[in-house]
């Protein structure tokens, strides 16, 4: 498939909720952080709706704004993201990962190939 551009830096998983009080009982929110890239990414994804439902491979750079996130972490918030826009049909058909962190400090970004795998 196509590459792939998704301006903007993913949020960090470990930072990507809060706690809430609903009817009494604690429960997990996602951040406003989080909730705003993953509106950005489904804007942005062309892959909207492909719903892959065999395994695939991603191949991903992830231009960071510095060194200090962790790539993992992206690499959870991007499998959520195709899965939430569709572009997959579930993120636990990812077979295989190919994954580079970079550094763009002016331009963070991820850029993304999808590969069904036989």
């Not at 609903?22 to 942005?44: P, V």
Request: proline share 3%; aromatic share 6%.
């Amino acid at each position: 498939m196509n590459r792939q551009i998704i301006h903007g830096q993913p949020p960090s998983k470990s930072n990507a909720y809060r706690v809430v009080t609903i009817r009494g009982h604690g429960s997990l929110a996602k951040t406003d952080a989080t909730k705003k890239y993953e509106e950005s990414f489904f804007m942005q994804c062309s892959l909207r709706n492909a719903n892959i439902t065999r395994r695939f491979k991603l191949s991903v750079d992830v231009y960071f704004n510095s060194d200090r996130p962790d790539l993992d972490n992206a690499l959870k918030v991007t499998l959520d993201c195709l899965q939430s826009c569709k572009a997959i049909k579930n993120d636990r058909l990812c077979a295989e990962i190919h994954a580079r962190k970079l550094i763009d400090k002016d331009n963070p970004r991820i850029e993304f190939t999808l590969t069904e795998l036989i």
